[in-house]
């Protein structure tokens, strides 16, 4: 028998990210909550009448782009909504995720629950089943420059409602028309403006960037656990994160940050050990600026969640049906800039938070640094290389991710016979966060590895409670390098570790509640 997945009831224009989140992360059926239905008719019944009508209304009777000046007739309504979809299939490169698939079809859902798209309710109806038998279309990652929607990526999303393209069902990647029938669902014939209300809109590019904004808090997150190991690795001060410090600039990430790092260092017998008599004025900016450079990136990834929640939740296509004002509007939402800004903030926090963990990862390798620790974290140097080149890779993946932040925001080039002489380029701006989030990953993985070592060094001194139970977790996975031996797959546990929060959940319930706020 079929299993049925969990379902999420959504309210249009309330869907939070922590929905959304739930959403990718669990695999979850999504429908739209029964209060969004009559806005939907009244919209799609508006359309219709455009459609009858002699008044050019675009993309209803009319042509795409630079199209629009061509009338169409009533008759060939369908043919025109369906001929959009095909001819707008043209997605190349590797197919995205199916967890981000449905995080996609969420996304389109809220916006068509808006009622201001103008759809049947037929139209939701699908998506929702789709989304409850696991249907996910196989959509191609490029071809939308993020600005008269994402198109192309839409388009292959809309196809396998028509019963064309491929799809995944169970596993199994099939035509579209065999996945819907498998599941026990049909595909459907557009009417009126449906095929444009499905492939314009800023699912595809917001989708990327929410995926990218869920993996950096994370990140974030993790960041603070392997910095404050640092920290104790290295017998820094915890003086620099006092809290009114912190409270005379007034920054709330470099608050939270510099409270949380506080917190996880709290009982240290390492930090008890040199509170006087060390010669040391000051720590090097990795160690003392931590607060101030990962809580502004904390801050940065709050301001873009905060333009993403409200994009989340928005009518992206065109036009739009004004029922109040009794209008049908040819307008710009789907220009995605907005969520071209957030994507590049994002890339931003954490190209940031991996280039301080970078220069953390050194400070500890190096001997004349690291305040008598070993040289490259190895009890035989010389014999033994030990962590010196998990350090290089970690410079390697930092460096990639300065590159890979340049922002995507301020490029565009004209499309469509310079109709669309404006572009965002969100999409790719926000697909590459999930390869900067995979270096990041193991450049905190890495980061764990090293402090680790350089406290268990310290003995017979230890560490905090909430580190001592991080460095237990780590251990279960990742023996201590007390010999030189094949590296590669340390390098990986220990980036599993951080990837899938197993370190974070090392840590007491209530400071993991403080590290997560």
């Not at 707008?88 to 201001?116: D, F, N």
Request: aromatic share 2%; charged share 20%.
């Amino acid at each position: 028998m079929e299993a049925k997945l969990s379902e999420l009831v959504l309210i249009p224009g309330q869907c939070t990210l922590a929905d959304l989140e739930q959403i990718w992360r669990e695999g979850l059926a999504v429908r739209l909550d029964d209060s969004a239905r009559p806005a939907i008719i009244e919209a799609a019944a508006r359309i219709a009448a455009a459609a009858q009508g002699e008044a050019p209304v675009y993309g209803v009777n009319t042509g795409f782009g630079k199209l629009a000046s061509i009338k169409i007739r009533p008759e060939d309504t369908a043919t025109l909504q369906r001929n959009l979809i095909l001819s707008h299939c043209c997605g190349v490169g590797e197919p995205i995720e199916p967890e981000t698939v449905r995080l996609i079809m969420a996304l389109k859902l809220l916006s068509l629950g808006r009622g201001a798209s103008g759809v049947r309710p037929e139209v939701v109806a699908l998506l929702e089943g789709m989304l409850a038998k696991g249907v996910m279309p196989v959509i191609p990652a490029q071809g939308s420059v993020g600005a008269s929607g994402d198109l192309a990526p839409l388009a292959h999303m809309a196809a396998v409602m028509l019963g064309e393209s491929r799809a995944l069902f169970q596993g199994q990647e099939m035509a579209g028309a065999a996945a819907l029938a498998a599941a026990g669902l049909a595909p459907i014939s557009l009417t009126a403006k449906e095929g444009l209300a499905l492939i314009n809109g800023t699912q595809v590019s917001t989708a990327f960037a929410l995926t990218g904004l869920f993996d950096a808090f994370r990140l974030a997150r993790n960041a603070l656990v392997t910095s404050a190991l640092a920290t104790d690795a290295i017998m820094g001060s915890t003086a620099p994160f006092l809290d009114e410090v912190h409270q005379l600039r007034g920054h709330r990430g470099q608050i939270v940050a510099a409270r949380a790092i506080r917190r996880l260092m709290e009982g240290s017998a390492i930090r008890e050990s040199h509170l006087e008599g060390d010669l040391r004025v000051q720590d090097p900016y990795c160690i003392r600026c931590q607060p101030q450079v990962t809580g502004a990136c904390i801050d940065l990834l709050t301001q873009a969640a905060h333009t993403l929640e409200i994009e989340a939740n928005a009518a992206t296509d065109n036009p739009l049906v004004l029922i109040d004002a009794n209008l049908i509007v040819s307008g710009g939402n789907f220009h995605a800039e907005p969520v071209a800004f957030a994507a590049d903030q994002i890339a931003l926090a954490i190209a940031e938070i991996g280039a301080i963990g970078q220069r953390r990862i050194a400070l500890m390798v190096d001997p004349t640094m690291n305040y008598d620790l070993p040289a490259f974290l190895t009890p035989a140097p010389g014999l033994n290389s030990g962590l010196m080149i998990a350090e290089v890779t970690s410079a390697a993946l930092m460096s990639e991710n300065k590159h890979l932040a340049n922002p995507c925001s301020t490029d565009s080039t004209p499309t469509s016979a310079n109709q669309e002489d404006h572009v965002s380029m969100a999409a790719h701006g926000a697909r590459r966060l999930k390869r900067m989030n995979a270096n990041l990953t193991h450049i905190l993985g890495i980061e764990a590895l090293c402090a680790s070592a350089g406290v268990e060094f310290r003995a017979p001194l230890k560490t905090s409670a909430p580190l001592a139970a991080v460095i237990e977790r780590l251990r279960q996975s990742v023996p201590p390098l007390d010999q030189d031996r094949f590296l590669a797959p340390d390098l990986e546990q220990a980036a599993e570790l951080v990837r899938s929060g197993a370190l974070l959940d090392a840590l007491p319930e209530a400071l993991l509640e403080e590290v997560r706020s």
